[in-house]
């Protein structure tokens, strides 16, 4: 029997997380539900069977309707958390939860007393490359796990195209990576410092490194800036993770086509390439309706705490580089050319409309 979801939110991820949940064969896509007619009038075209709605009540309203995918902005998340749990709803929720940090913890709370499964999109947890690279330093093949850099850059979403409520570039995007080294580490965050660029004369960073340790001592770097060559003619990106044992290293970067992972252990080198596989929403459809049905949650399925801690850290590394200078370079005409460029673009790093995109 498929499972019966009602999606809300069919903007650029709702669209993703439709053709990963149409491909699992394992949902029916009962609702999708969208405020913008353009988007209805998508959502009918790409799903005839679904019913297409404004307004979510319909959704909640339906005792037929096992689950729902949350996938507007983070503002109305806590909302439609709240009503999936009293409506006894299985939750797949994108990223952050809550616009604050308040409203996040609120939300988990409220998931952990219902008695629905509830997940989050943090993506990089369900990734071929960093469960073969984990593998590999559980094997023990790097000696002890000492450091963890990571590097996300990309010509990305500009300030001011959207995503207002889930903060600056270091929030939206970088709490992934925070997320991400503490999955690593298998341990909570002690110490950091935090440096930032506000690009173009924007009143936030748009570019953050942040350093620091965790309370096994392990060490991090992350840093993460959608200030990448956004003029440049032919726009390029650096990504990679970097993770360095006692004994030997892995590491990781891909084209948001392939990825790369160079293992290098004591007893093997390993190079392995394999398609980038995006959000990997296909995994995460996978798993959250294998838990549904057979009543017991995936232990690999991200939780709603996770992304509560990630956010909450990545709001406290964006307060620590307000205190440290945090300069200006730049001036906002550039910032309106960026906009105006991208807003012509028909294939970009992080366009939320366009169909084809990179992240
Ligand atoms: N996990 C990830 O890697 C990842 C990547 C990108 C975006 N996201 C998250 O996904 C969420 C959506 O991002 P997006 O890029 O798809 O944004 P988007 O703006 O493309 O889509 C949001 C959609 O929600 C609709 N909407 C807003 N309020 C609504 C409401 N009350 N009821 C019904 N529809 C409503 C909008 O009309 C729009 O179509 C964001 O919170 C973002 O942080 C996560």
């Known amino acids: 029997m498929k499972i019966r979801i009602g999606l809300i939110g069919f903007g650029r991820m ?4 439709l053709k990963a949940l149409q491909d699992s064969g394992k949902w029916e896509i009962t609702y999708i539900c969208d405020t913008n007619e353009a988007s209805r009038e998508l959502a009918h075209k790409l799903s005839p069977d679904s019913i297409v709605t404004a307004d979510e009540q319909d959704i909640f309203n339906d005792d037929t309707v ?5 996938f507007t902005l983070a503002n109305s998340r806590p909302e439609q958390i709240a009503r999936a749990v009293e409506t006894r709803k299985h939750i797949i929720a994108e990223k952050p939860i809550a616009d604050t940090i308040d409203r996040e913890w609120e939300a988990v709370k409220l998931s952990e007393q219902g008695d629905c499964l509830s997940t989050v ?11 073969a690279m ?20 990309t010509p990305g979403l500009a300030p001011g195209e959207g995503h207002e409520y889930e903060g600056p570039a270091f ?11 503490r999955w690593y580490a298998d341990c909570e965050y002690k110490t950091w410092h935090a440096q930032g660029m506000r690009m173009w004369n924007y009143k936030d960073p748009w570019w953050v490194q942040c350093h620091g340790t965790f309370q096994n001592g392990v060490v991090f770097d992350i840093t993460q800036g959608f200030v990448y060559g956004q003029l440049s003619k032919d726009q390029t990106h650096n990504a990679y993770t970097d993770i360095i044992g006692t004994k030997g290293i892995v590491r990781m970067t891909h084209d ?25 929403l296909d995994r995460l459809c996978h798993l959250m309706a294998d838990s549904i049905a057979s009543g017991k949650r995936d232990p690999h399925l991200p939780c709603l705490r996770d992304s509560a801690i990630a956010s909450q850290y990545a709001w406290t590394f964006l307060e620590d580089a307000a205190h440290n200078d945090l300069p200006a370079i730049g001036n906002l005409q550039t910032l309106d050319e960026i906009r105006e460029r991208r807003k012509h673009m028909a294939n970009g790093y992080g366009l939320l409309r366009p169909n084809k995109q990179q992240a």
């Open 256 to 280: 948001f086509k392939t990825a790369t992972v160079e293992l290098h252990g004591v007893n093997r080198t390993l190079r392995m390439e394999q398609p980038f596989g995006g959000k990997n």
């Open 134 to 153: 984990k593998q590999f330093i559980d094997e023990g093949e790097i000696g002890e796990l000492a450091i963890i850099r990571i590097c996300h850059m």
């Open 66 to 70: 096992q689950a729902v995918g949350l």
């Open 121 to 131: 999109n943090l993506y990089l947890r369900n990734s071929w490359y960093h469960q």
């Open 14 to 17: 709702g669209q993703m997380y």
């Open 171 to 181: 929030h939206d995007c970088g709490m992934h990576y925070i997320d991400i080294a």
